[in-house]
């Protein structure tokens, strides 16, 4: 069966500092992954998502960015890190239809 | 514009209640439309698949409805543990893309 891993749980970083959260997929090929925020008590925003190894789609301008290094792996960055920043994030995957999500990761900016 | 607005924000129900959530869409070109329960911290998890007005599926106490502008998910006799966050998702023509409602909070009192 297909299974998402995302890490860490939580992390708590300071305004500046850099930013790396990881997401890989077991059990499945060539998915689609996805990269969403979701603001307290807000629905969930597409930040990124990709088709493939190195393609990296962006949905809104900001201050993080996104690879795909390999088929089932997808990671979210960013060089320095902004209040506006924290968030729950979570990854997804799907091979059509519906998404499957990770159990996210909580971010603090302080 | 894609768009999911979801109705109410917040729902609070005693135990054997029935209600409805509401769950209206505008998309260009409907693929499917997504129904996910959330847990505080946690993940969205995935209940339902509906593709075509007049759709419906059930799961226990559950009943998803599609029409197409809208979706409803019924809720027959809620318990305390159907508490939780239910979001709605549509997925456009242009598969890669799945956009969110920022969901209804149902809380169920025993």
């Known amino acids: 069966s297909q299974t998402i891993h995302q890490w860490p749980a939580t992390l708590v970083q300071p305004v500046g500092s850099p930013l790396s959260l990881e997401c890989t997929v077991e059990?499945?090929?060539?998915?689609?992954l996805y990269w969403y925020r979701q603001a307290a008590g807000r629905g969930l925003q597409l930040l990124f998502y990709?088709?493939?190894?190195?393609?990296i789609s962006s949905e809104v301008p900001q201050n993080l960015s996104a690879s795909r290094p390999q088929d089932r792996q997808f990671i979210l960055s960013s060089k320095k890190l902004l209040l506006s920043d924290s968030g729950f994030y979570l990854c997804?995957?799907?091979?059509?239809?519906?998404?499957?999500f990770g159990n996210g990761t909580r971010l603090t900016v302080t | 514009e894609d768009q999911v607005t979801q109705s109410p924000e917040a729902l609070r129900l005693q135990e054997g209640e029935s209600s409805s959530l509401n769950c209206s869409y505008t998309?260009?070109?409907?693929?499917?439309l997504f129904w996910y329960r959330q847990d505080p911290g946690k993940g969205p998890e995935f209940l339902f698949t509906?593709?075509?007005a007049g759709e419906e599926k059930e799961k226990e106490r559950l009943k998803a409805t599609l029409t197409k502008k809208e979706s409803f998910l019924h809720i027959t006799a809620p318990k305390p543990e159907d508490s939780a966050t239910y979001l709605c998702?549509?997925?456009?023509?242009?598969?890669?893309?799945?956009?969110f409602g920022s969901g209804t909070k149902l809380n169920v009192k025993p």
């Open positions: 997804a995957w799907t091979t059509g239809s519906p998404l499957h």
């Open positions: 059990g499945t090929s060539n998915p689609n």
């Open positions: 990709s088709v493939g190894i190195g393609q």
């Open positions: 998309v260009s070109g409907l693929r499917g």
């Open positions: 509906l593709y075509s």
């Open positions: 998702a549509v997925q456009a023509l242009n598969f890669n893309k799945f956009y």
